[in-house]
């Protein structure tokens, strides 16, 4: 994934964006975000489908007509999700896209735009720093199957954080690190990395009628961080 898919110029050009996710900052992203939480709790709801299946049939074997028990189960369907859809969609419009910073070439302000609306601008001196958190999967000796690379982000300010949030898969951790350093460093704002590295897993194979389990290891000792910024 190239850097400039998460950290690039915002849409006038007079901001460098740390993008987390897609939309925010707008009503029209707003509104689909309050519509995309509506579909998610009905399609919950599919899950329960199986659990609602036998408490008609358990109902129906001790009295209950069948008619009766489907509307009731359809109606709770319809109905719970539509209760807690304030609840998920406040937290949607409350949570943050992207961190922006201005002006562009030297920013001496950020501020975090929500999914309804942007926040208030303040000064980048309240910015502690920020993290980035890399967790590599390495393959066991004689596994086929490539290294697994994720990435977090966390920024950090004097009164509090935002974060972790999770990178697009295949972000070139390398490429975004130092372009977060060129973009911040200016301003006295730390960028710190940190890598954790560990063995997959072996799969169970068997072996004399027993089972034999392949061991993990970490490339950190005690399982800690290496790397900085």
């Not at 609840?87 to 949570?95: D, K």
């Not at 999914?115 to 890399?134: F, H, M, T, Y």
């Not at 089972?211 to 910024?229: P, R, T």
Request: aromatic share 6%; glycine share 14%; net charge neutral.
């Amino acid at each position: 994934m190239p850097t400039d898919e998460v950290l690039r110029r915002g849409r006038d050009g007079t901001t460098v964006d740390l993008v987390f996710e897609e939309g925010g900052g707008s009503w029209p992203a707003a509104v689909l975000l309050v519509l995309r939480t509506l579909g998610v709790l009905f399609v919950v709801g599919l899950a329960f489908l199986p659990a609602a299946i036998l408490v008609v049939s358990v109902a129906v074997v001790l009295g209950a007509t069948f008619a009766g028990m489907v509307t009731v189960c359809a109606v709770l369907w319809a109905t719970v999700p539509l209760l807690l859809w304030p609840f998920g969609a406040v937290a949607e419009l409350r949570s943050v896209r992207r961190v922006q910073f201005t002006p562009a070439g030297a920013p001496t302000e950020l501020r975090f735009v929500q999914g309804a609306r942007p926040g208030a601008w303040g000064p980048i001196s309240g910015l502690r720093r920020v993290q980035l958190d890399e967790s590599v999967e390495e393959p066991y000796e004689g596994d086929p199957a490539p290294a697994v690379r994720t990435l977090t982000l966390t920024v950090v300010t004097s009164t509090g954080g935002e974060g972790p949030h999770s990178a697009p898969k295949g972000t070139d951790a390398d490429a975004l690190h130092r372009s977060l350093e060129d973009l911040l460093g200016p301003a006295g704002v730390a960028v710190v990395r940190r890598t954790e590295r560990r063995v997959r897993k072996k799969p169970p194979v068997r072996a004399g009628g027993g089972w034999v389990y392949g061991g993990s290891g970490s490339a950190n000792s005690g399982g800690g961080f290496s790397g900085g910024g």
